[in-house]
Antibody
Framework: QVQLVQSGTEVKKPGASVKVSCKAS????????INWVRQATGQGLEWMGW????????GYAQRFHGRVTMTVNTSIRTAYMELSSLRSEDTAVYYC?????????WGQGTLVTVSS | DIQLTQSPSSLSASVGDRVTITCRAS??????LGWYQQKPGKAPKRLIY???ILQSGVPSRFSGSGFGTEFTLTISSLQPEDFATYFC??????????FGGGTKVEIK
């Protein structure tokens, strides 16, 4: 079955960067985009961007431009999302998600806490 | 970008009640809409895709309808395990993806 397994909880100071990984299994990794979505506590879901593992192309939501980078390592079937210049408002659970039309599979989520 | 307006933002209902949640798109999105359920501390789970197709393994009390700009998710007879937050997601002009604001279904 399709599985997306994310890296563990992170605690970062303001101004630092965080890199979250998402390891895929159970399907052809290069056939589906990986998207990243975040959710602050008690809030809705916010789309951050997409990455095509086959072409390496990516695109980001305007509000994250310049701060987010999405990459993949196809040899180990893993996608990465790096967010820089962290601030307290970036405290959230970050999800990777497989897009086949709409989102059909989600990672378990990675809590990133930004605190001094 | 396409906006999704979901209503209500919360509702209280009893076991056995029929529940309807609405999602309105700011422009036509054909049937490029899905519905998801999320429980506290868990990743979302897809219930419906292409507006009306039931995801494999999802109970038949869940149904979706709509096309263009107005969509509904209906739970025909609310069960205890259905108390959760529900949200819609459109992918018509992907990228980007757009989420509705969510509806929290609570026990009356």
């Amino acid at each position: 079955q399709v599985q997306l397994v994310q890296s563990g909880t992170e605690v970062k100071k303001p101004g630092a960067s965080v890199k979250v990984s998402c390891k895929a299994s159970g399907y052809t990794f290069t056939s589906y985009d990986i998207n990243w979505v975040r959710q602050a506590t008690g809030q809705g879901l916010e789309w951050m961007g997409w990455m095509n593992p086959n072409s390496g192309h990516s695109g980001y939501a305007q509000r994250f431009h310049g701060r987010v980078t999405m990459t993949v390592n196809t040899s180990i079937r893993t996608a990465y999302m790096e967010l820089s210049s962290l601030r307290s408002e970036d405290t959230a659970v970050y999800y990777c998600a497989r897009v086949g039309g709409s989102i059909d599979s989600w990672g378990q989520g990675t809590l990133v806490t930004v605190s001094s | 970008d396409i906006q999704l307006t979901q209503s209500p933002s919360s509702l209280s209902a009893s076991v056995g009640d029929r529940v309807t949640i609405t999602c309105r798109a700011s422009q036509g999105i054909r049937n490029d809409l899905g519905w998801y359920q999320q429980k506290p501390g868990k990743a979302p789970k897809r219930l419906i895709y292409s507006a009306s197709i039931l995801q494999s393994g999802v109970p038949s009390r869940f149904s979706g309808s709509g096309f263009g700009t107005e969509f509904t998710l209906t739970i025909s007879s609310l069960q205890p395990e259905d108390f959760a937050t529900y949200f819609c997601l459109q992918h018509n002009n992907y990228p980007p993806l757009t989420f509705g604001g969510g509806t929290k279904v609570e026990i009356k």
